[in-house]
């Protein structure tokens, strides 16, 4: 059960506290469960992952039948019964609970003499049962007996979340009127319940309809999981298209615009852009954030079609030839949303819409962060406080402070994490590696801030000394070696306390490359062959391989024998990719690149015989970039492939308070508003 005031009093049952909770806070849905973990394990088990293997399922469903007839002979051991007791224990019912339902409804048939008795051991589980195990098996076994008593106990167990998907699975070939009773339990659940109540939910009513799209997709923190599932239900697609927007429903729709992933088979881009019109032809309605994001959201779809087109078009210009007339249509469809929707936000009413928004935040964080990127706006760091206090360490957040705004807000971030992250994470153990697929927790979330915190640092040449000290002592094996890096690059900033905690951290160090690169730290800079050690200005962000990129040429790293590389070396590996840098002033070659890590490091040039185009090319503003192939940089001459990156258009932010343009071809004389 949730952790919400679900405990049992004095070895209650489950539904006995389920109805004096009830009878304590009546109302629906139930307020003392734990809506986001509630029901949370089981249902996206279910909904979201493959399961055990099919025979393992069957298996385990005529085990647990063989069990069930060895205790309907039985009175009072049912529930202290330790061979179901351990089976339960260790075999959850969520990985098999459809073969058993099949495996009983076939036993029953049978059997016919058995029903009475199953009858009154699922009476017992459901009701009596004190571990949430045997609740959910008197469900199933419930399910094939339609009485009024049963549907009462389906729907005081249902209503919970921890139960809904047992009681909407149960009740499918025996009870009638199915449809309405998952209607009933949609409406009357939260979180994951309700999530399990409307996947099987058909909505051919237009009850159903109404009131999924003005309440069923709302939520706290399932939006866009519930917005995609409303989207892919045919009955659904077919309400949208024939209900007309008005000023009542045009936040309901401005919701389903800003939650639902456009980018799924079920629309085709053609019936998307149909909708779209539809929305933004009546814009005036909009005036909250909602309506706001809604616009912005659009902007930021209609934009991502236009990009995939553009990349289709490039690999198939003879499809495009042919189909030329199409293409055009649909283009100009895009360049007329995308228009009307710059023109309408360019009003400086919307900034103060955002800022509302912020100081009493209801949307997601993502959203809230698209509109601001989208508006161009920087409000100062304080205003974020009730965003922050909902997730103080949101990825979306992290993105839209370190990855997107790290000039703004770096210095503020430093405070920000001294002043909510506890002490105590410098004093846990040293991790020797990496995790390779961490689980999503508060220690993953402070990780994931302080690597992209120390990777600002590297990129944007800033250097905070007290959160580097903390950074080579941290637990994570990949934030200490950022934090390395980091005092490598800002050598002759250092004070005289940094020397001491690197010998304290060389002392524990149980990573080997690691431990390597801090000793290389601390030994005096005249014993390392006055190698050139240093990092280059880079303009381009953070690189990214796309499959329309270009290969150019196939060459090698030249000068490396010159470069101060040991600290870098054990941190490269085949495949990661490299940055290459003009250096116009260069007084040895006026077509000279430099290569470089994408932190800025650098490791050579482009041999002088092969950089004449290049050198043109990067003059001409292209993006060009290095895929690094040998095994290691420390050897004369590591191999490098140079590749063209194929952009044909993309956002960029104009001066404050001007939003974002796009270099599309300018807009016709014509009035979109």
């Known amino acids: ?110 059997e016919s003499g058995a029903r009475e008795r199953l009858y009154h051991l699922g009476m017992r589980l459901a009701r009596s049962g004190t571990d949430p195990e045997q609740v959910k098996l008197g469900i199933i076994l419930l399910g094939f007996f339609p009485y009024d008593t049963t549907k009462q106990i389906m729907r005081t167990l249902g209503y919970h979340s921890e139960y809904t998907l047992y009681v909407l699975e149960s009740i499918q070939f025996i009870f009638p009127l199915q449809n309405n009773f998952i209607f009933e339990l949609a409406k009357h659940t939260v979180g994951y319940g309700k999530l399990a109540a409307m996947f099987l939910l058909k909505p051919v009513r237009w009850e159903q309809q109404h009131w999924m799209m003005h309440e069923g997709i709302k939520s706290d923190f399932l939006a866009n999981i519930y917005a995609n599932l409303c989207i892919q239900k045919t009955d659904m697609r077919a309400y949208f298209k024939k209900t007309e927007i008005t000023a009542a429903n045009f936040t309901d729709f401005a919701y389903l615009i800003c939650y639902a992933d456009y980018n799924n088979d079920s629309v085709t881009i053609d019936a998307q852009l149909d909708f779209l019109y539809r929305f933004i032809d009546k814009r005036d309605f909009a005036a909250s954030f909602i309506d706001l994001g809604a616009l912005v959201s659009i902007w930021y779809q209609v934009v991502d079609f236009w990009q995939q087109d553009y990349d289709f078009i490039s690999q198939n210009e003879t499809k495009y030839r042919r189909t030329k007339t ?248 085949p495949g990661d990719l490299l940055q290459l840098v003009r250096e116009t002033d260069n007084a040895y070659d006026a077509n000279a690149i430099a290569v470089a890590t994408q932190a800025g490091y650098m490791l050579g040039y482009v041999p002088r015989s092969e950089n004449a185009v290049l050198a043109n090319l990067l003059d001409a503003e292209e993006r060009l970039y290095a895929i690094l192939e040998s095994q290691t940089v420390e050897m004369e001459r590591p191999k490098i492939t140079i590749v063209l990156k194929r952009t044909f258009f993309q956002a960029q932010p104009t001066e404050q308070g001007q939003g974002i343009i796009l270099p599309f071809p300018p807009p016709k004389k014509k009035k979109y508003e």
Not at 510 to 538: A, G, H
Request: include cysteine; hydrophobic fraction near 35%; charge should be negative.
């Open 326 to 573: 199409m293409w055009d249509t649909r283009i100009a469809r895009y360049e007329k949303l995308v228009h009307k929707v710059e023109s309408f936000l360019h009003q400086p009413k919307w900034r103060h819409v955002v800022y509302q928004e912020i100081s009493a935040p209801n949307e997601s964080d993502n959203l809230i962060m698209k509109v601001l990127v989208y508006l161009n706006m920087h409000p100062d760091f304080p205003a974020f406080m009730e965003v922050l206090s909902r997730q103080p360490l949101g990825f979306n957040m992290l993105d839209f402070f370190l990855k997107i705004n790290p000039e703004f807000y770096f210095d503020d971030v430093c405070e920000y994490l001294e002043a909510i992250l506890n002490p105590d994470l410098y004093a846990l153990p040293l991790e020797i590696e990496e995790p390779e697929n961490p689980s999503v927790t508060d220690l993953m979330r402070a990780d994931e801030w302080l690597l992209r915190l120390f990777e600002v640092m590297s990129e944007k040449r800033k250097y905070n000394e007290a959160w580097c000290i903390r950074g080579i002592h941290y637990r994570n094996a990949g934030v200490r070696k950022k934090a390395a890096q980091v005092l490598q690059q800002h050598r002759k900033k250092w004070s005289d306390q940094v020397e001491s905690e690197l010998r304290i951290a060389l002392e524990k160090e149980p990573n080997i490359k690691l431990k390597r690169q801090i000793d290389r730290l601390l030994q005096p800079e005249n014993l390392k062959n006055q190698k050139e050690s240093r990092y280059l200005k880079v303009k381009q962000p953070t690189l990214s391989h796309a499959h329309t990129d270009k290969e150019l040429l196939h060459t090698y790293i030249a000068g490396t024998q010159f470069q101060e590389l040991s600290g870098v070396a054990d941190f490269l590996k």
């Open 1 to 110: 059960m949730g952790k919400k005031g679900c405990q049992l009093e004095n070895n209650q049952s489950i539904f006995d506290t389920i109805c004096r909770l009830r009878d304590e806070q009546p109302g629906l849905p139930y307020r003392f469960q734990d809506e986001r973990t509630a029901g949370q394990k089981d249902v996206l088990y279910v909904l979201a992952s493959e399961g055990i293997p099919f025979w393992r399922k069957e298996d385990l469903a005529k085990e647990c039948c063989g069990i069930l007839k060895d205790l309907v002979n039985k009175e009072e051991a049912i529930l202290t019964d330790p061979v179901l007791r351990h089976f339960l224990e260790h075999y959850p019912i969520c990985s098999y609970f459809l073969e058993l339902r099949e495996r009983v409804r076939i036993t029953l048939e049978a």
